[in-house]
Each structure stands twice: as C-alpha cells, then as structure tokens.
C-alpha cells in the first residue's frame, strides 16, 4: 500500500535555474481495503516511478542554487530540488516552462558533481554519466543526464551543479554562483558594493555566451523574403541583425524556440553568404562545407555553426549565394533567395 507519494518542484531564476522539489504528503487511507490510486496536489505532474510515485513542478521565480531548495519548500515543506528519470519527464516539464510564458533560460536541477570527478572535467572515468549523481533520493539510473555537446565539461573547475536548458532540454554544469549587487550599512557609514551586472537580453531574446560579447538570439515567425529579413531583425530592435550561429546549442534551442512557437515553419533565413571565391561553385576541392559561406553578423565566428544537409551546399542552380536552416532537422541548405521563408533568426550583442 502507497503511503506517501513525492513531489518535484522547478523554479526559475533572474539567471534562470531549474529547481526540482519534491515533497512527501500522506495518503489518507479509506476505510476499505483498496489502496487509493497515487495523486498530486494541484499544479504538480504525477509521473510513475518505482517504487514512488513521483510529482513534478517547475517552480517559477528569480532563484540560486543557494536558495533552490527553499524555492520548493515554500511550494510544499516536504519538498526537494528535483532530478529527472527519462525523457518524458524533462520534456513534460520543459513543455510546463515554455507554457507559463515568462521565458525562463535554465532551470536548476537536483544533481551535483560526483566527489570522484570533483575538479575533473571528461575523463574516461568522469564520463557525461558518471560525472554527475542525482540528490533528490527518487531518480535513478542516467537516462535523465542529456547533456548539450561536450558537456559537462567543467570548464572553470567548480561546475558541480547542473541546469537545464528549456529550448532544448539539455543539460549544462554550472558553478551555482550568480553576480549580484550588495550593500552593506553600518550606524556610522553605508557602503555599497557593486559587482559588474550580468549581460543580459530584452524580453524574448535569449542569452548566449560569446566571446568577446555574449550575443542575444531570437527567431522572429512569418513571411519573410531574404531582402525583408533585415527590416524584420531590426523591427524587433534597431541594433538587431541576421544571425549566424556558433554551435549546435544555439541551433537546437532557436529550432527548438521555432518548433515551440507552435505556427510551424518549415525553414529560417540565418546570416551568411557564400564567399566572392565560390560565387558560382559547387562544392570542390577549396570550396567545402566550410569554406563556401561566410557569416554576416560580425559575431559568429568559426565553422562549427555550418551543419549542412547531405551533399549541400550545391550551388545547383549557380546563385544560390544565401542559407536557410530547416526546423525540423536543424540542418542547412543553399538558397537564391527569391523565396518566400517561415522566419528569419535574428540576433544582436546583449547589454
């Protein structure tokens, strides 16, 4: 017979985190014999686990890792920073995130660093498995540990804790640490410390890390042809250009951000062109995957963004100088730019 079963609580951040909770709440036995059938209180997710069930909430709110677990327990006293058994749940509750409208980034999860792999980054003992251990004492097993590529790679050596992503539903490490300004006052004198306030992106516009500046990314929906694109970014901020992207976690979460956005369109207009020497060319020897097309948004940088459908890009017609990145997929395509497009990806520096 159920006794109890445990709830899981998210909540987001001013640096959005996740938190998982999870409280204990008796069952009320009835008077036959019958077990009562496991539920949640309003507002949580039951999701079947063994031996448990288990609720699940993403609670929603400026949070640290420091203050996580007070963040649930204000929502039930009994419950914890939650972590995640499978994929059904993280995509059950990344859905409840992008539901509540507010834009969360990351959510704090209820998983830390293993005392083995503390100061290690991948390993072939600190794998993207074995790094990390659940803390909530319900979720087990690794198939909840889907991390971004390359993760976790403990990049400053003190990322024990781990968020997740909600445009994609991956994992990252992170220190746990947010910057903040304080101020401390005395009887005789008041002093204020302020720290360099985060870089930060509008309402809309998500966050991403970029060096030298972090760079603000948003999928702007609708009709757009390659000669409106610009006039579309910029509608939305004057300072807003046609983005490239640095890497597969900005392609999975603006495909992911489109997908969401619900009206389904089927490619995006992204910045770049092919370069003066392959105007004309098919793919060779020196006009490449990685060599045809150049960005145009003075920030992306490298090759890494240039994930192409097989066999292109294919200049087949001889002008298609221009890229479209198909949702679905996340891949790209060559394209003249005579047609008409679901979007455009727009980008610009944060602030």
Partial sequence: MISRIFYFCLAFGS???VDACFPTVPVTEPSSTVAPEPSCPDGWTLFERTPTPWCMRVALGATTQSTALATCQALDSSAVVSGFQNQNEITTMMNAAIAAGSGPTNLIIGAKRT????GQGLTATCTATTSFEWTDGSTTGTDGFQWLPNQPDNSNGVQNFAVIL????????ADGTVPE???TSSTTTTTTTTTEAPPSCPDGWTLFDRTPTPWCMRVALG???QSTALATCQALDPSAVISGFQNQNEITTMTNAAIAAGSGPTNLI???KRTTA?????LTATCTTTTSFEWTDGSTTGTDGFQWLAGQPDNSNGVQNFVVILVASGLMDDADGTGTRGGVVCGMNAT
């Fill in 181 to 183: 300004i304080s101020t």
């Fill in 223 to 225: 009709a757009t042809t």
């Fill in 115 to 118: 005392t083995a792999c503390e």
């Fill in 278 to 282: 392959c105007e004309g060319q098919v």
């Fill in 166 to 173: 909600v445009a994609s539903g991956l994992l990252d490490d």
């Fill in 270 to 272: 992204i910045g770049a």
């Fill in 15 to 17: 640096v959005f985190w």
